[in-house]
C-alpha cells in the first residue's frame, strides 16, 4: 500500500493527536492489520494489538472479545459497509478513529487490484461524527489537517486548501 509514498505528515499528526489524549498505559485493540503505523504507536509506549484482517462487516468477534481499553481505527471506516455495526460491538470506553475527508474535486477511491483497497464510504465530517453519535459515542476532540502534494494542476492546488483527514477522540456515553 504505501509502495509509492509514505504519509509522513498524517502519521506524525496521528501520533501527536493519540498522545495527547491517550496515555501510554492503556491497552489498544488498533482496527485492521498490523501497518507503518503500529511500530511507531509501540515506539511512543503504546501496548497494541491489531485485529488479524477478516472482515470486520462480518466478523466482529475480535471487537468483542478484546479487554482493550481504547480501540483505534485509522483510515478503516470508509471501507467497511456497516462501520455503525463495528462501532457498537466496540466494548472499550475510548476511541481515536481518522478518516479521509470526501473530497468534492475527486472521486471515491477504488483500486482496480486490491479488493481490500477501496472506499465505500468517503465521509464529511458532520457525517462521521453523526454515525459516531449514533452508535454511542461522544466526540471529546477533533482535527483536521491537508494533504498537500507537488504535483502541478488544478487539484493538487486545492489539496494545499481543503482538509483531507479528520481524527477524532471519543468516549463512550452508553452501553449498547
Known amino acids: 500500500m504505501y509502495e509509492k509514498s509514505y504519509p509522513n505528515k498524517r502519521f506524525k499528526h496521528t501520533a501527536k493527536f493519540l498522545q495527547k489524549?491517550?496515555?501510554?498505559h492503556y491497552n489498544i485493540l488498533d482496527l485492521g492489520v498490523e501497518n507503518p503505523f503500529t511500530p511507531i504507536m509501540k515506539d511512543l509506549g503504546y501496548q497494541v494489538q491489531n485485529t488479524l484482517g477478516e472482515d470486520l462487516d462480518v466478523h466482529t468477534a475480535a471487537i468483542e472479545k478484546s479487554d482493550a481499553e481504547v480501540v483505534t481505527a485509522?483510515?478503516?471506516?470508509e471501507h467497511l459497509l456497516s462501520p455503525f455495526t463495528v462501532l457498537q460491538r466496540i466494548k472499550a470506553d475510548k476511541l481515536v478513529a481518522s478518516i479521509p475527508l470526501r473530497l468534492w474535486f475527486s472521486p471515491a477511491y477504488r483500486?482496480?487490484?486490491?479488493m481490500w483497497d477501496r472506499h465505500y464510504h468517503e465521509f464529511e465530517d458532520w457525517q462521521?461524527?453523526?454515525l459516531l453519535e449514533k452508535a454511542g459515542w461522544k466526540i471529546i476532540a477533533r482535527e483536521k489537517w491537508t494533504n498537500p502534494t507537488k504535483k502541478i494542476g488544478?487539484?493538487?492546488i486545492l489539496r494545499w486548501f481543503t482538509p483531507r483527514y479528520y481524527?477524532?477522540?471519543?468516549e463512550r456515553i452508553n452501553k449498547q
Not at 111 to 114: A, E, F, H, L, P
Not at 167 to 170: E, G, L, S, T
Request: charged letters at 25%; a negative charge.
Open 74 to 77: 485509522f483510515e478503516i471506516f
Open 128 to 130: 462521521f461524527d453523526w
Open 154 to 156: 488544478i487539484r493538487p
Open 167 to 170: 481524527i477524532v477522540y471519543a
Open 111 to 114: 483500486s482496480k487490484t486490491d
Open 21 to 24: 489524549h491517550i496515555p501510554t
